[in-house]
């Protein structure tokens, strides 16, 4: 099956400070990536949608201001938080869809990101 | 919009004993299912999905599962449990419309196995 890392796989840093997380597909061209928060013991909620090339499609009551997500190659989108503060402290996933995969998302591994 | 039901939030099993992990989804047009796994602090791992064809769906690990589609159910199941499986066990939709891929999650099953 195709392989998605992300990096860092977690992350601590200080309320007010910006983190950046990279999703990169390892064997295959995503031409759409998608990123997810998990809270403790809940489901996925998708935060949005990226295409390569293209400007995210955020979800209803995210703030695309504050979750920055660029799709600059066919392998790799990153999720900029700026500004965290604690309630941004969460379990984010990404996951790929590529050409030769129909309909099928690859995830990552994650990175909890907790803010002090 | 599409949504997915799973009703059970915690199933404990005895090992080597059968499992089902219920799974309802909602959607006014045909759909793709999948059952996920996740294990602590891990990403999403597919088990299986359903796309068309049979509506028994074989997958990794021992696992299957069937669609049916009058009663708009995606149940799993395993008919040996073992220590394992224990993790999280996620269902998925995705409505069949070319170009929408968006995935939409149930809530989750932890599914403990008991030695």
């Known amino acids: 099956g195709a392989v998605v890392s992300q990096h860092p796989s977690w992350v601590i840093c200080k309320s007010g400070t910006s983190v950046k997380i990279e999703c990169r597909s390892l064997d295959f061209q995503a031409t759409t990536m998608f990123w997810y928060r998990q809270f403790p013991k809940q489901s996925l909620m998708l935060m949005a949608t990226?295409?390569?090339?293209?400007?995210?499609?955020?979800e209803q009551g995210v703030e695309k201001d504050k979750f920055l997500i660029n799709h600059a190659s066919l392998t790799l989108s990153t999720l900029t938080v700026t500004s965290a503060h604690p309630e941004d402290s969460s379990f984010y996933i990404c996951s790929a869809r590529g050409r030769d995969f129909y309909n099928e998302q690859f995830f990552g591994p994650g990175t909890r990101l907790t803010v002090l | 919009a599409q949504s997915v039901t799973q009703l059970d939030s915690q199933v404990p099993v005895f090992e080597e004993a059968p499992v089902e992990l219920r799974c309802n989804y909602s959607?006014?047009?045909?759909?793709?299912l999948f059952w996920y796994v996740q294990y602590p602090n891990q990403g999403l791992q597919l088990l299986l999905k359903?796309?068309?064809?049979?509506?028994l769906v074989k997958g990794i690990n021992g696992f299957e599962a069937e669609f049916n589609k009058s009663q708009t159910s995606f149940h799993l199941r395993k008919p040996s449990v073992h220590i394992s499986d224990t993790a999280e066990y996620f269902c998925a939709v995705s409505e069949g419309n070319f170009g929408n891929e968006k995935l939409t999650f149930g809530t989750g099953t932890r599914l403990t196995i008991i030695p």
């Open positions: 990226s295409n390569e090339g293209s400007k995210a499609t955020y």
């Open positions: 359903y796309l068309s064809g049979s509506t």
């Open positions: 959607s006014s047009v045909s759909v793709y």
